[in-house]
């Protein structure tokens, strides 16, 4: 149920200005994806926090016409519309380094963001479902890690993973999951998978792209964007999961 009856567009590349309209732009099917299922999860007055503040922040923001809380690097601070509150889940592996003051949330968004940590997403998942109401959501979403793409690289020799960047704020995938795996972390961590879905989320007419803005394919970008959506699921780019916290934990 929506928070709000205020009709809105759905978000697309065309919405898109700035530096980083080539990033946004691939981007643009998986923020529409996530902002259709948020739509279906959120209650009027939910509480939601957005780990990993982006460009994603703000649609929610706009879309549902509410505040939402977001967790990441950078120091504590108000803002008109919602409270920014630091802590680099990396520390997660230490339990006393948790934090305690963070009020509980209905909704929680980690949306590419496991990928790009470097501790055991056991403990990461933890420590997130502490910020959770008993019968909150935690909308999960990442790589497949044995996606088409990751499975060509291999067949030819290469690795279909990037190398960790030099920034520690912005290093890259440290490590992909596969469903399976996520489920079984999922249930070690004191989840239980309320509902999991393999798709295509992406743009490929914008595949390549800078921090300069992009260098569009529209020929090549839009076959591929064909033909990655009529894989078979195993097969597809991205892995979204809706877990709540385990009745028996």
Not at 12 to 25: E, F, H, P, Q, V
Request: charged share 25%; aromatic share 8%.
């Amino acid at each position: 149920m929506s928070t709000t009856s205020r009709p809105a567009e759905p978000f697309s590349a065309k919405s898109i200005r700035g530096d980083d309209r080539g990033y946004l732009a691939f981007h643009a099917p998986r923020y529409a994806y996530l902002l259709q299922e948020l739509e279906r999860q959120l209650t009027p007055g939910a509480r939601v926090l957005d780990i990993g503040p982006s460009r994603l922040t703000e649609l929610i923001r706009d879309r549902f016409a509410i505040r939402v809380d977001t967790l990441g690097f950078g120091a504590d601070r108000d803002g008109p519309r919602g409270r920014h509150f630091e802590f680099d889940l990396n520390r997660s592996q230490w339990r006393d380094h948790w934090r305690t003051d963070l009020p509980s949330y209905d909704v929680i968004v980690m949306a590419e963001v496991i990928e790009h940590l470097h501790t055991a997403p056991q403990l990461v998942l933890q420590f997130v479902r502490t910020l959770l109401d008993d019968r909150g959501l935690l909308l999960l979403q990442t790589p497949n890690a044995a996606g088409l793409s990751r499975r060509v690289k291999l067949l030819f020799g290469r690795n279909p993973y990037e190398k960790i960047r030099l920034d520690p704020t912005n290093p890259g995938h440290f490590r992909e999951y596969t469903v399976a795996e996520l489920r079984e972390v999922a249930a070690q961590s004191g989840f239980q998978v309320e509902r999991s879905s393999l798709g295509f989320h992406l743009d490929m007419r914008y595949g390549l792209h800078d921090e300069s803005g992009n260098q569009p394919r529209p020929i090549s970008g839009a076959l591929k964007n064909i033909v990655y959506r009529c894989l078979p699921p195993s097969l597809r780019f991205g892995i979204t999961m809706e877990l709540r916290r385990a009745t028996t934990q």
